[in-house]
């Protein structure tokens, strides 16, 4: 049974910083692109990081510089570091295994006064 659970999300004030966590069981975790997505009310899910199996990186152009996407192979997790966050970080963020197109459930962050 394949299982991606985020957690992590929650209001912060703008400039602060977050720390998203998925976790995944049900598949061989350590061999495979793992992606950080997110998705704000009116516009359409966009991928913000991911990363492949053997560390590679990428992101989208907003966030480089800001955020960095990780993972601990020996826990099956996969983290997003969120530094300097802006109002327009706002949104549900969703965890993905790339290869297989299974999501998590999202986990809401919110970037506000």
């Known amino acids: 049974q394949v299982q991606l659970v985020e957690s992590g999300g929650g209001l912060v004030q703008p400039g602060g910083s977050l720390r998203l966590s998925c976790a995944a069981s049900?598949?061989?975790?350590?061999?495979?692109?793992m992606g950080w997505y997110r998705q704000a009310p009116g516009k359409q899910r966009e991928l913000v990081a991911a990363?492949?199996?053997?560390?590679?990186?990428n992101y989208a152009d907003s966030v480089k510089g800001r955020f960095t996407i990780s993972r601990d192979n020996a826990k099956n997790t996969v983290y997003l570091q969120m530094n300097s966050l802006k109002p327009e970080d706002t949104a549900v963020y969703y965890c993905?295994?790339?290869?297989?197109?299974?999501w998590g459930q999202g986990t809401q962050v919110t970037v506000s006064l």
């Open positions: 990363i492949t199996g053997g560390g590679s990186t």
């Open positions: 993905r295994w790339e290869n297989r197109d299974y």
């Open positions: 049900g598949f061989g975790f350590r061999i495979y692109t």
